[in-house]
C-alpha cells in the first residue's frame, strides 16, 4: 500500500508560480509512474504531467505544456509540479498520483491507470 500527500497549494494571482510536491511512502518500491492530475466540480479530473521514475520521461496536457513542469526531487519518491504563468482557468483540486506501470503517451493521462492517490491540495488563481 502507498500513500501519498500533497502540499503546496495555495491562493495566487494570475501570471504568479506556485510549486506542488507529492512525497510517497509505503511500498514504494514498485512506483513507475508519478503523475498530477487536477479536477474542478462538475468535470472529469485531467492529466497534467508523468514522469518516470529517473526524470528522464515525461509527458504533458496540451492545456499546461509550456507553462507547468514536472520533475522528480532529490529525496526518493517525491516529485513536484512547478506552475507557472497560472491563470484564472488553473484553479482546480490538485492530486498526485502513483502507478507501479511504465505508463506511455496512449495510456498515462486515464485515472484508471493509477494505483495510489493523495488527498488533494487547493490552488486557486484569481
Known amino acids: 500500500h502507498v500513500q501519498l500527500v500533497e502540499s503546496g497549494g495555495g491562493s495566487v494571482q494570475a501570471g504568479r508560480s506556485l510549486r506542488l510536491s507529492c512525497a510517497a511512502s509505503?511500498?514504494?518500491?514498485?512506483?513507475?509512474?508519478m503523475a498530477w492530475f487536477r479536477q474542478v466540480p462538475g468535470k472529469e479530473r485531467e492529466g497534467l504531467a508523468v514522469?518516470?521514475?529517473?526524470?528522464?520521461?515525461?509527458y504533458y496536457a496540451g492545456s499546461v505544456k509550456g507553462r507547468f513542469t514536472i520533475s522528480q526531487g532529490n529525496v526518493e519518491n517525491t516529485w513536484y509540479l512547478e506552475m507557472s504563468s497560472l491563470k484564472p482557468e488553473d484553479t482546480a483540486m490538485y492530486y498526485c498520483?502513483?502507478?507501479?506501470?511504465?505508463?506511455?503517451?496512449?495510456?498515462?493521462?486515464?485515472?484508471?491507470?493509477?494505483?495510489?492517490w493523495g488527498q488533494g491540495t487547493q490552488v486557486t488563481v484569481s
Open positions: 514522469v518516470s521514475p529517473s526524470g528522464w520521461s515525461t
Open positions: 509505503g511500498y514504494t518500491n514498485r512506483l513507475n509512474s
Open positions: 498520483a502513483a502507478a507501479d506501470s511504465h505508463l506511455y503517451i496512449g495510456s498515462w493521462y486515464r485515472t484508471r491507470e493509477y494505483n495510489s
